[in-house]
């Protein structure tokens, strides 16, 4: 089956620790993206990659950092300069362009205490 | 960027009725997307209409989009349990990145 994979599905870390959050998919799509979710809200962009070795910088990007270094695999490392870590974390594929809708993975709850 | 902001926020409905969410929008698009998210999942794609369209439909799902209110519409027929789930619209600008902008969702509760 075709998919998106994320793990862990929940995660939990102390403050001032780095965390990778992980995302494949083996859709071939060229495009990937990271959303936070925070509770009661939409879903805010915070990278996205068009195509293997090039990502660029979403809407709140700041505290958080990635690489695609293969086509199936967009991770993304939470670091402590992250103030607000805490949220559920979404990540996304599609085919680039207008046009397409994007799937989604199931997401990682992330909790830093 | 804009986003689109879905109304009402939240929903209560009888199972068989239909449900009726809105999203408007504030600049040009090039085409409006609807997702559902059950609690605590990631999102799944519903329809996507062009600005160019009007109307779509998709099963019990049927979606319209006027550009010169700025303003779509997801109506869902005979409602079920099942489809209790935060529904999301998502824009693209035009002329811009293709990349969507979620609003806040619209939180709808099927009872059976």
């Known amino acids: 089956d075709g998919g998106i994979t994320q793990s862990p599905k929940y995660l939990f870390r102390k403050e001032g620790q780095n965390v990778t959050l992980s995302c494949e998919q083996n859709?071939?799509?060229?495009?990937m993206y990271w959303y936070r979710q925070d509770p009661g809200q939409g879903l805010r962009l915070i990278y996205y990659?068009?195509?293997?070795?090039?990502?660029q910088k979403g809407d709140i990007a700041e505290g958080y950092s990635v690489s695609r270094e293969k086509k199936e695999s967009f991770p993304l490392t939470v670091t402590s300069a992250q103030k607000n870590p805490t949220a559920f974390y979404l990540c996304?594929?599609?085919?680039?362009?207008?046009?397409?809708?994007?799937?989604f993975g199931p997401g990682t709850r992330l909790t830093v205490t | 960027s804009q986003q689109g902001e879905e109304d009402p926020q939240a929903l209560s409905i009888q199972e068989g009725e239909n449900a009726t969410m809105n999203c408007s929008y504030k600049?040009?698009?090039?085409?409006l997307q609807w997702y559902r998210q059950n609690s605590g999942r990631g999102l799944v794609h519903l329809i996507l209409?062009?600005?160019?369209?009007r109307e779509k439909h998709s099963g019990r799902l049927r979606v319209t989009l006027d550009t010169s209110k700025k303003s779509s519409s997801l109506l869902i027929t005979a409602s079920r349990a099942a489809d209790t789930a935060s529904y999301f619209c998502?824009?693209?600008?035009?002329?811009?990145?293709?990349?969507?902008?979620f609003g806040r969702g619209t939180s709808l509760i099927v009872h059976p």
């Open positions: 996304a594929s599609s085919t680039p362009g207008q046009g397409t809708g994007q799937y």
């Open positions: 859709l071939n799509h060229d495009a």
């Open positions: 990659s068009q195509i293997v070795n090039d990502f």
């Open positions: 600049t040009s698009i090039n085409n």
């Open positions: 209409i062009r600005s160019n369209e």
């Open positions: 998502a824009t693209s600008s035009s002329g811009g990145s293709y990349i969507p902008t």
